[in-house]
Every structure is written in structure tokens, then in C-alpha cells.
């Protein structure tokens, strides 16, 4: 059983489109990251939230922590070919984190 | 941002052989160290955790005794496969993470991709 549902599993865009991917549990969390990972490689972080009700903007993308830290959301604008890649949500309830199943996110030029 | 090096990349080997995987912190101290391992378009599955001079905390279903992990210092933790066969090859990725108020932040190697023959 996944601690951190992710949704959805996989999305397949236009280059210029906008989306939003979800991050959501029943457990509070101290902190959540969002990473990306391409093929091959190692996951990348991109960003760590803290605070409920938090924003933070990365370039194109905007991540939000909700206000009772239990979920989380990544929202890309006008996506490019660049952004293609598997996206991970991250949670640590405890001392321990666990990882969400991920988006796979396609953007076609 | 914080430097995991993880080696080999890849790495074959026949069936029965053990292999090694080397995962370093190059400009942090990671007091803690997890290993992962990842099927072809899955996430991430945790297989232990580790913490420098202790002993692993395998997750359920891990066999301590296959999976040896060794974490001697604080920018070292190895994985050693035992007696590999075809069924443990897959992506294993190691991570490392500090202490103190980002505690929860991991820092990932690149991978090793593993295929046993």
C-alpha cells in the first residue's frame, strides 16, 4: 500500500500546455520533496516544502504544500520537451521517507 | 546542492558472482544512507536503511542476508549482492541524508544498473 498516492501515473502533453500533478495521504507530513528522475539516472530534487499552505515557484513550476500537510501539488506552465520525466513525490511522517509511485510525464513537441 | 557518487553505473555479472555497490557523499556527512531499488517505469522501492556504525534496518521482504549493506563511515555505505541470479537485476539507487533541520532531504546517486547472466 502506497503511504503517498500519486496522481495521475502517467500524462502525455503538447508542448505549451499547462498541468498539475497530485500528491496526496492521510498521514501529516514534516516535510515533503518533489523529484525528478530521467531514465538511467539518479532522482534529482527539486524542491522541499515545510510550512502548510506553502508556495514555492521553481522557474515554470509552482509546488504547493497544503495547509494541513497532507498533500501536495506540482503545477508546470506552458511545458516544454525538457520537463519529460518520471516525478516524485517524497514524504517523511516519522523518521522515514516514502516515495510516491510517480508521474510520467511525456511532453511532445 | 549535496553530491551522492554512486559506482559502478552498470555492471554485469554471472550467475552466483557477488557485486558491489560503492555509494559516497562527496561534500556532506550522511549520517543516515538508504538504498533503493527501482523496476523498469516503477517508483522507488525502499530496501534498508542505514546509519553510520550501525547496523541496517532491512524493509519487510529484503533478505538481510542477499542485500549486505555496510555504512563504515559517514560519506561511505556499500551494497555487496550476494550469490546474484537474473532475478536481481534492476536499478539500485542510493541516497544519503543529513542530520540536523533538513534531515529529511535525500540526496541521490546516479544508479547502478545490474544484470546478472
Known amino acids: 500500500t502506497q503511504l503517498l498516492e500519486q496522481s495521475p501515473q502517467f500524462l502525455s502533453i503538447q508542448e505549451g500546455e499547462n498541468l498539475t500533478v497530485y500528491c496526496n495521504s492521510s498521514?501529516?507530513?514534516?516535510?515533503l520533496q518533489w523529484y525528478r528522475q530521467e531514465p538511467g539516472e539518479g532522482p534529482v530534487l527539486l524542491v522541499t516544502v515545510v510550512t502548510g499552505g506553502e508556495v514555492k515557484k521553481l522557474k515554470r513550476l509552482t509546488f504547493q504544500f497544503g495547509d494541513a500537510r497532507k498533500d501536495s501539488s506540482l503545477h508546470i506552465t506552458a511545458a516544454q520537451p525538457g520537463d519529460t520525466g518520471l516525478y516524485l513525490c517524497?514524504?517523511?511522517?516519522?523518521?522515514?521517507?516514502?516515495f510516491g509511485a510517480g508521474t510520467r510525464l511525456t511532453v511532445k513537441p | 546542492g549535496a553530491v551522492v557518487s554512486q559506482h559502478p553505473s552498470r555492471v554485469i555479472c554471472k550467475s552466483g558472482t557477488s557485486v558491489k555497490i560503492e555509494c559516497r557523499s562527496l561534500?556532506?556527512?550522511?549520517?543516515?544512507m538508504f538504498w533503493y531499488r527501482q523496476f523498469p517505469k516503477k517508483s522507488l522501492m525502499l530496501m534498508a536503511t542505514s546509519n553510520e556504525g550501525s547496523k541496517a534496518t532491512y524493509e519487510q521482504g529484503v533478505e538481510k542476508d542477499k542485500f549486505l549493506i555496510n555504512h563504515a563511515s559517514l560519506t561511505l555505505s556499500t551494497l555487496t549482492v550476494t550469490s546474484a541470479h537474473p532475478e536481481d537485476s534492476s536499478f539500485y539507487i542510493c541516497s544519503g541524508s543529513t542530520s540536523g533541520g533538513t534531515k529529511n532531504i535525500q540526496y541521490f546517486g546516479a544508479g547502478t544498473r545490474l544484470s546478472v547472466l
Open positions: 498521514s501529516v507530513f514534516s516535510s
Open positions: 517524497a514524504g517523511a511522517p516519522v523518521s522515514d521517507m516514502r
Open positions: 561534500d556532506f556527512q550522511a549520517t543516515t
